[in-house]
């Protein structure tokens, strides 16, 4: 597990790397090696020296531009779509000195979503980074629900940069062949992918997700944290509704003070000393009307932010959802394992311990030969034996599961708090520029009152 | 003008009115009351701002805390040419009276003075609104050629405007300060014998029956004269065209305002659903709850910060600019009479002419038509000069209402930065870890 420093430089990292526009546009590719899996065991052996290395200390990697495309799809109809950008670099060319040009390709969101989901699928006691969502949704009034409009493009950039410095720095996802792949080989990534199996699997999960079943003896970790994430999903989708309500009402007051900019241009028109003050503070009032649109756009940031944790919600409860499934398969295993070895016992001693139906037909109608019984006996055993194997594999995987998943919880726990804390501390940042602006518009308007 | 046990307010529950904090308070109105060495004298303002109304009136009458400085802020007006103040007056101190017949509102009506118009130096008299307007309707008659300030709207809808809620008085009184100021203010208002009446006649009811009646009369013709205008002069065309125009901009102005208010109260109805939010969030979260919480506070704070904002351009703002529209309406009730005082006298001088071709001697038509002369030099002269005045006072007022309305919003701005600024630390500071529990 990584300890909080590490995280913390990552994070910074991550950061700066938002912050960072495109890389450079030189041309020195990277080696397309594939690394075989003993390559792989032996990277991560030696990169545990330097405790908590991830791809992201090897690898630079960020998602610098969106384009246009159309093409054909499924259908064979034809669309338009939008691909990103995918650069990456490795860490020990630039800091030996060198600048190699970035390599790239083009993805789209589908194959994002390919990724992710191979990933939930693989990984499923590790809370999943999300993807920006698919389509725009709480809007306020003015932003469109368009997801071709630009500026839903650029923050969907950004979200998905976001997602991939997030997996690439995760002590366990950072380290899978996959994602190497897709950041590393445009065309044959989803044909390895496949190749996998993991869309069988995609489908079995979601069932199981959404079954209902109980479980005997929860974990009440487990179940603390599956109220949690419930709790944080209704919370996050809340405060995002009412935000854009807010953002909504906010842009109304705004823009009405311009209407003040119009009628006192008109006004100075009639005045003689009254008339250039009066003009003036008009301006003033324009330019406080147009000041929203600016701060709400800034705004939306905060809401991505939220955003990605009302997703990250949803991770969290899968987690916990998985260990219910685990913990009630080991539990159906072991009963059922309780209930052949009880049949066994009645048959060898003759002893009915429990009613069955089985039992009250043979009263009724006679019992069966020894051959019969010697036959069901000795598949019992067969049975008890599959049984056994099947109880000790559920358990080990249960166990191993409990492990990883309260790691990984503890992990996003950390993270969450970090993350959060600085979104709001960023919000109050924005809402101090908002008032310091406005002290600014109010204190030059007062003076050209004065000056009336 | 009894003053009977002053009874608390009974609606809404809102406190009496004898116990709102005033301007004016009763330990200001001791001082404002006993003649001081500044009184009486040209008094200039403290730090060279300009910041009242030629009479006085303080920027902030509804802030305690500007009261204190009342008296620091009455300053000489250098628009009116030097005149030297000897005359204040100031309407406060609103009592509800409760009679068997009805119930109504005094205010006390303080002046001091060192004219020697005025029998003394000093007068504290109550008055209603009713004795405001007979006031108003005895200037506009025995005055008709000048301009009389407005008086706040008489008639208010009983089921829509609640008539003794603290922010309708409240109004009520600063709007009736202004017209008693205005008044006070004019260089020939203010000796009129009515306005001395009102201020200092113990019994206003005596002296109503003293109504120089005769003069009602003239006052009707006036107003409803039918001669017909020939040729109006320039600059009293230019006032109308202005008028017009101007109570356009100002309804405008009105509406906007209006709607900005509506958009606020909207505005604050989600910021209201907001906060408790992230104090529900707050709930679920361990280190978290600090910060979160933190937000919840702050957003409460702006919210009662958008509350005064809103109450204070309700009350300061709005008020002002429709008191304006009627000023703007008395305006051009003046320029009408002196349109037909001019009418009147273009007839009778073409009467005048008419007669003259008939009879060869006539001396008494020529004094009629002089005297109609004379009134129509004297009207334009008195109103060229009301109108310096009254444009002047505009140019004031609205450099005060304007200014007032950046104060407001910047004193909200102000205090939403500082709820916000205190919430930084707040946020930054992060509490010891907590030790993370066994894994089983």
């Known amino acids: ?452 | 003008m009894s003053a009977g046990t002053p009874k608390s307010l009974a609606s809404s529950g809102q406190k009496p009115i004898q116990e709102i904090c005033h301007p004016l308070g009763a330990e200001e109105t001791a001082s404002v009351l006993t003649p001081s060495p500044d009184v009486g004298n040209t008094i200039t303002s403290i730090g060279g701002k300009d910041l009242s109304l030629p009479n006085g009136t303080p920027v902030e009458t509804s802030s305690p805390a500007s009261s204190s400085s009342h008296l620091n802020r009455l300053q000489l007006d250098d628009d009116l040419d030097g005149e030297t103040r000897d005359l204040f007056v100031t309407v406060e101190d609103p009592k509800k009276h409760v009679s068997t017949m009805e119930t109504y509102i005094t205010y006390m009506v303080a002046t001091k003075t060192t004219r020697v118009e005025f029998d003394l130096p000093e007068y504290s008299v109550r008055r209603r609104y009713q004795d405001f307007d007979w006031l108003r309707t005895k200037l506009e008659d025995t005055q008709p050629t000048h301009l009389i300030p407005p008086l706040p709207e008489k008639f208010v809808m009983k089921g829509v405007v609640d008539r003794f809620s603290e922010e309708f008085v409240e109004t009520r009184r600063k709007a009736l300060d202004k017209f008693l100021k205005r008044v006070a203010d004019h260089p020939v208002l203010s000796f009129n014998e009515h306005f001395n009446a009102f201020l200092s006649a113990k019994d206003l009811n005596k002296r109503l029956g003293l109504a120089l009646l005769s003069k009602m009369g003239e006052s009707v013709k006036y107003v409803t004269g039918g001669y017909k205008l020939r040729g109006r002069p320039v600059e009293f065309s230019a006032m109308g065209d202005y008028l017009d125009m101007f109570t356009q901009k100002l309804g405008t102005i009105d509406r906007i305002a209006q709607r900005i208010i509506k958009e606020q109260s909207e505005y604050q109805v989600e910021l209201r659903e907001y906060g408790p939010v992230y104090t529900t969030w707050a709930l679920s979260e361990a280190e978290l709850q600090g910060p979160l919480e933190g937000v919840a506070s702050c957003m409460a704070n702006c919210s009662s910060a958008l509350d005064e904002l809103t109450q204070d351009m309700s009350e300061d703002f709005l008020p002002v600019l429709r008191e304006y529209v009627l000023y703007i309406e008395s305006m051009k009730i003046v320029l009408k009479k002196r349109d037909n005082i001019q009418a009147e006298y273009e007839a009778k001088l073409e009467a005048a002419a008419f007669r003259k071709e008939e009879k060869a001697s006539c001396t008494q038509v020529p004094t009629d038509v002089e005297k109609c002369h004379d009134r129509v030099e004297c009207c334009n002269a008195d109103l060229k000069s009301d109108w310096d005045r009254w444009q002047n006072n505009k140019r004031q007022d609205f450099r005060q209402l304007l200014t007032g309305m950046a104060d407001h919003n910047i004193q909200y701005y102000e205090k939403c930065l500082a709820a916000w600024e205190s919430v930084i630390p707040l946020l930054r500071d992060k509490q010891p870890q907590e030790t993370e529990t066994e894994e089983d």
């Not at chain 1, 999300?130 to 979200?159: C, I, T, Y």
């Not at chain 1, 997700?209 to 709790?231: C, G, I, Q, W």
């Open chain 1, 1 to 452: 597990m990584l300890s909080v420093s590490c995280l913390s430089a990552l994070l910074l990292h991550t950061l700066e790397r938002r912050m960072a526009d495109a890389g450079n546009k030189e041309s020195a590719p990277i080696g397309g090696d594939e690394f075989t899996n003993t390559e792989l065991e032996n990277n991560k052996n030696n990169t545990m020296v330097e405790e908590g290395s991830t791809l992201l200390r090897r690898m630079e990697i960020s998602v610098a531009e969106a384009e246009k495309r159309t093409g054909k799809n499924t259908v064979n109809m034809q669309e338009i779509f939008t691909v990103y950008l995918i650069e990456t670099r490795p860490i020990d060319a630039i800091t030996e000195g060198h600048n190699p040009a970035p390599d790239s390709l083009w993805r789209r969101y589908s194959e994002f979503e390919i990724l992710r989901n191979y990933l939930l699928v693989t990984y499923p006691f590790i809370v999943v980074p999300p993807l920006p969502e698919k389509r725009a949704e709480f809007v306020w009034h003015k932003l469109s629900a368009d997801n071709m409009d630009p500026d839903f493009v650029e923050r969907r950039r950004v979200g998905l940069e976001n997602f991939l410095l997030r997996v690439a720095s995760h002590s366990v996802l950072s380290n899978d062949k996959i994602l190497y792949h897709f950041l590393t080989e445009e065309h044959r990534w989803k044909e390895v992918v496949y190749e996998t199996g993991f869309q069988a699997k995609a489908d079995s999960r979601i069932k199981a997700l959404s079954a209902t079943f109980r479980v005997k003896n929860p974990d009440k970790r487990f179940t603390e944290m599956k109220h949690y994430s419930d709790e944080l999903q209704s919370l996050t989708s809340q405060l995002l509704r009412v935000r854009a309500r807010v953002a909504d009402r906010l842009y109304g007051v705004y823009k009405v003070h311009g209407n003040y900019g119009r009628v006192f241009s008109e006004w100075s028109a009639l005045e003689k000393e009254m008339g250039d003050g009066l003009q003036s503070a008009g301006h003033h009032m324009d330019a406080y009307a147009a000041s929203v649109d600016d701060m709400l756009e800034e705004e939306e940031h905060y809401a991505d932010q939220l955003k990605e944790y009302l997703f990250y919600a949803e991770a969290l409860r899968a987690v916990c959802r998985k260990h219910e499934l685990t913990q009630y398969e080991l539990e159906t295993a072991s009963s059922d394992l309780i209930s052949k070895k009880q049949q066994r016992e009645e048959l060898a001693t003759g002893m009915v311990r429990t009613f069955s139906f089985k039992g009250m037909t043979n009263k009724l109608f006679g019992q069966e030969t020894p051959e019969q019984r010697e036959a069901k006996l000795s598949l019992l055993e067969e049975q008890i034996v599959q049984g056994e194997e099947t109880v000790t594999e559920k358990t080990v995987e249960c166990e191993e599961y409990v492990k990883g998943a309260w790691v990984d919880m503890q992990r996003f726990k950390e993270q969450k708090d970090r993350d959060l804390r600085e979104a709001l501390i960023g919000y109050a940042v924005m809402q101090i520029s908002m008032c310091k602006k406005g002290i600014q518009v109010w204190t030059n308007a007062k003076e050209c009152f004065h000056k009336m």
